[in-house]
């Protein structure tokens, strides 16, 4: 055995007598492990010697020769000698980093995880030996356990306590990168195409929750740092990453973030709140990059091979990359239209609803709103301080919880003084629900109209206030309408009709941001409640909702629904167009029996001497007249099987194919139009019979009743199942209804039209919706530039301008737009020397010296006088 890393191998039939390197050796061993086992155990045997060595000067600066025998190692033991070999190995190898006892660190390597739960979590602090130890040989270590694990040789549960007390212990950077991005990788290769290991899943996502648990009991407040603090962070961000790459995108990982989201240490739960708040809209992007990643790869420019010579390859790979091309293009139009007609019963999308999945969003709000108020001043930074706010709101707003302590401390942080002030008035804006009581909501409104909504305030400020108010409304509508009860026992302190009104005075504000955000108010009162309103204000939407006596819900009160919203405007909807139809189709068959009816007679006037169009006979009948008999003598010739028979019309002979069952005419009911046989009565009969068809007359639900209508809805809904587009028209029709009842001129119009019987003439049957879902709206989210003051444009700023020139160069030089290039683009690109010898040209050149001075000297004069000169005033 050589010292350098080099094995002399015996003579042998088969083996080589000269002295090998390590990765030849390594390179046999995978050909012949039996053969070459012997020289392994050698290498073994001078990896623990080594290994020896170094623990009695852990520091010192290793041997080249031990990080390659490490990787030897580790390669030839997972591959050739997979089993008890390969466990010793990584068993020698946790014990170097660890710094224990041979033996100790990897005595059950190939376990199934009962270790990892009842042996300590994490250790605190590791031997100096392991913490003194070589970058170079640590950075070795894990590399050799990574390959072995990538191998298949080490189970990843024996690995995961170690990487993480590595990551919480050891300061090297580096290292920590290498091993989460490990673990980020290992956890998705288990889980990837559809493979998913239920119980390594649970165990390894049961690690990570004690880990959380273990900071959160140990840390406190303001304080440093731990060890376990900082694994606990590592494991957040892990399990965030895993779910916004949907590996683990169920409960237990929520309820993993919802332990960090308790957690006192300040980056633990910082980073979980932040995962909670925007994960929607990470995924919702990375998803749409992807996608167009997707449509940019089969979109590429395809050669078509047109001047170089043709083969058969070639032309399959043109095919095939078509081929391609045309079915991303499928699947990305496809997935369009399912995202445009795929609405929801709400305007905001669940796309990743990871809020919705906590399990008690109550008790977790009740903890961060305790912890908030307790918090001092220096506990918490106030950025943290405006995330837990954002997060208990959240909740507040999506599960709709009753949290009543929460909306006395917002009144607190509502001064025009207060930093961020628009963020908190839009946290109290997607905290409000239609559960919330309307005394906790006057309390917000009275603090908002005596903090923005004065004279004292600025334009943007009251604008602010003005719209906060307004979206705090839409979400409680109960706190517009007040108990007759209250008022008139004098127990309401809340006057909602001179509030209504103040507000809407701001309408007429000379600032204009303030006269914007007080007609959105006009407008919302009169959706909502326009008796509040004084008539002047109320417009013609809001008269013609105050006479139908349009208010909001009282605080609990509900509206049962009898059926499915709009199934009895599908029903007259439907009755409607095929009332239609049929009319339709009966003109079309009356009048081509009129113009069939006046062919006969012509030809009847003529004895068969008219247009050769209306020589249609009746082939079965028995008139008594000759003038369009089958024979005189009244004998029929049967020339086949079928049916034919021949016809003497008038001067010409013809032959009429006529089956079995279209003689009958009684049967004569098809789609296509029937003809008229001539001196047949009992046809005119079925003839007559086509166009008394049983007529579908249209449903007036004008003139039922609210009763009579419910049980038509009821009666339809129970007894039919209504498919997609019908729901969708159901949607159009309701909103339909809903305008014509807010606009009394669209209900004189549709009035005249459904006298007309036009009255779903304006309805289309294509339910496809041109709105693109580019915005990404997310549940109960409310941001502060929803409420901000629209002002007049503020100037950009440099960022700003050079984004917008650089938008318009691309726009350029894309040509976005039809046609060729201009004459301006043409020009620029002109030769010089081809138009330097034009008009404009010289013209350029002329105007330089004496037509400037020309010029300058004409504009001195004014009216023939110098302009300097003034006209004395008298």
């Not at 350098?4 to 007598?17: L, Q």
């Not at 019963?345 to 709103?369: H, M, R, T, W, Y």
């Not at 239609?580 to 007679?601: K, L, N, Y």
């Not at 691309?810 to 034009?838: C, D, H, L, Y």
């Amino acid at each position: 055995m050589s010292t350098k890393g080099e094995t002399t191998v015996g003579t042998g039939s088969s083996r080589s007598a000269l002295p090998l390197k390590l990765s030849q050796l390594q390179n046999f061993c995978k050909r012949d492990p039996a053969g070459y086992r012997e020289d392994y155990d050698a290498q073994s045997r001078r990896l623990v010697s080594l290994v020896g060595i170094l623990l009695f000067s852990p520091n010192a600066d290793p041997s080249p020769s031990l990080v390659e025998l490490v990787q030897f190692m580790a390669a030839v033991s997972s591959s050739s000698y997979k089993g008890e070999e390969s466990d010793r190995i990584a068993a020698l190898l946790m014990d170097l980093l660890v710094g224990s006892s041979s033996g100790t660190g990897g005595g059950n390597v190939n376990g199934n995880g009962g270790n990892l739960v009842a042996a300590p979590l994490l250790q605190s602090t590791l031997p100096l030996s392991a913490l003194q130890l070589h970058r170079d040989v640590r950075k070795a270590c894990v590399s050799a356990l990574i390959l072995m694990r990538n191998k298949g040789a080490v189970p990843p549960l024996s690995l995961l306590q170690l990487f993480f007390q590595l990551m919480a212990v050891v300061p090297d950077k580096n290292l920590r990168e290498c091993l989460y991005h490990h673990i980020v990788n290992d956890i998705r290769n288990i889980n990837k195409n559809g493979r998913r290991d239920e119980k390594l899943n649970r165990t390894i996502q049961s690690f990570f929750h004690r880990i959380v648990s273990a900071s959160a009991n140990e840390s406190f407040p303001g304080g440093e740092d731990s060890p376990a603090d900082y694994a606990a962070k590592r494991a957040v961000q892990m399990t965030c990453d895993l779910y916004r790459r949907n590996v683990w995108n169920d409960e237990r990982s929520v309820h993993i973030l919802a332990s960090a989201v308790a957690s006192p240490n300040s980056s633990v739960m910082s980073r979980a709140l932040r995962f909670f708040l925007n994960i929607e809209e990470a995924m919702a992007l990375d998803k749409r990059s992807t996608d167009e990643a997707a449509w940019a790869g089969a979109s590429e420019t395809i050669d078509l091979h047109l001047h170089s010579k043709k083969t058969k390859a070639k032309m399959r790979l043109i095919s095939k990359q078509i081929k391609n091309r045309q079915r991303k293009q499928h699947e990305r139009e496809g997935l369009i239209v399912t995202q445009r007609e795929d609405k929801g019963v709400e305007a905001s999308q669940k796309l990743f609803p990871a809020i919705e999945l906590l399990n008690d969003p109550q008790g977790l709000c009740e903890i961060i709103l305790k912890r908030f108020r307790s918090s001092g001043s220096n506990t918490y930074k106030f950025e943290v301080k405006m995330l837990m706010l954002n997060f208990v709101t959240r909740v507040v707003g999506n599960h709709e919880l009753i949290l009543l302590p929460l909306y006395s401390l917002l009144q607190r942080y509502m001064g025009g003084h207060q930093r961020d002030v628009t963020a908190i008035l839009a946290y109290a804006v997607q905290s409000c629900h239609s559960y919330v009581p309307p005394e906790e909501v006057h309390g917000i409104l009275k603090t908002i109209s005596h903090n923005f909504i004065t004279e004292r305030c600025s334009g943007e400020q009251m604008a602010v206030g003005i719209n906060a108010a307004r979206a705090i409304c839409a979400r409680v509508p109960s706190v517009l309408s007040v108990e007759e009860d209250d008022v008139d026992g004098g127990k309401s302190t809340w006057d909602v009709e001179a509030f209504v009104r103040d507000l809407a005075g701001y309408a007429k504000h000379r600032d204009r941001s303030v006269s914007i955000a007080g007609r959105g108010w006009v407008n919302f009162i009169r959706e909502v409640y326009p008796s509040l309103l004084q008539g002047k204000h109320r417009g013609l939407v809001g008269a013609g909702l105050h006479r139908a006596g349009e208010r909001p819900l009282r605080y609990g009160e509900v509206r049962a629904a009898s059926g499915v919203e709009g199934a009895d405007l599908l029903l007259a909807y439907e009755a409607s167009k095929k009332s239609a139809q049929e009319s339709r189709d009966g003109e079309g068959t009356q009048g081509q029996d009129d113009d069939d009816d006046g062919c006969v007679e012509d030809e009847s006037d003529g004895e068969g001497e008219g247009n050769d169009e209306c020589e249609w006979v009746d082939v079965d009948s028995e008139d008594d007249d000759g003038d369009n008999a089958v024979d005189s003598d009244g004998e029929e010739e049967d020339s086949d099987e079928n049916g034919w028979v021949d016809v003497d019309s008038g001067d010409e002979e013809d032959e009429i194919d006529i089956t079995d069952d279209d003689v009958d005419g009684d049967k004569s009911d098809g789609d296509a139009p029937n003809l008229v046989l001539l001196g047949n009565d009992g046809d005119e009969e079925a003839t007559g019979k086509q166009v008394e068809k049983e007529q579908v007359e249209p449903i007036d639900l004008s003139n039922m009743s609210d009763k009579d209508r419910a049980k038509v809805q009821q009666q339809v809904s129970s007894t039919r199942i209504f498919t997609t587009a019908e729901f969708a028209k159901m949607q159009k029709l309701v909103e339909r209804q809903q305008k014509a009842r807010r606009d009394p001129r669209l209900a004189a119009k549709l009035k005249r039209a459904k006298a007309k019987g036009e009255e779903f003439d304006d309805m289309s049957d294509d339910d496809s919706d041109n709105s693109d879902g580019e915005d990404i709206h997310i549940k109960g989210a409310v941001n502060a530039t929803d409420i901000m003051a629209e002002a007049k444009r503020k100037r950009m700023s440099k960022a700003e301008k050079l984004e917008k020139i650089i938008e318009g160069r691309q726009k350029w030089e894309a040509k976005e737009r039809p046609g060729g290039s201009t004459n301006i683009e043409k020009k620029r690109k002109k030769n010089f020397v081809m138009s330097k010898f034009a008009w404009g040209t010289r013209k350029k050149a002329g105007e330089k010296n004496t037509a400037k001075q020309g010029r300058a000297k004409d504009s001195k004069l004014k009216d023939g006088r110098a302009a300097k000169k003034r006209r004395r005033k008298f």
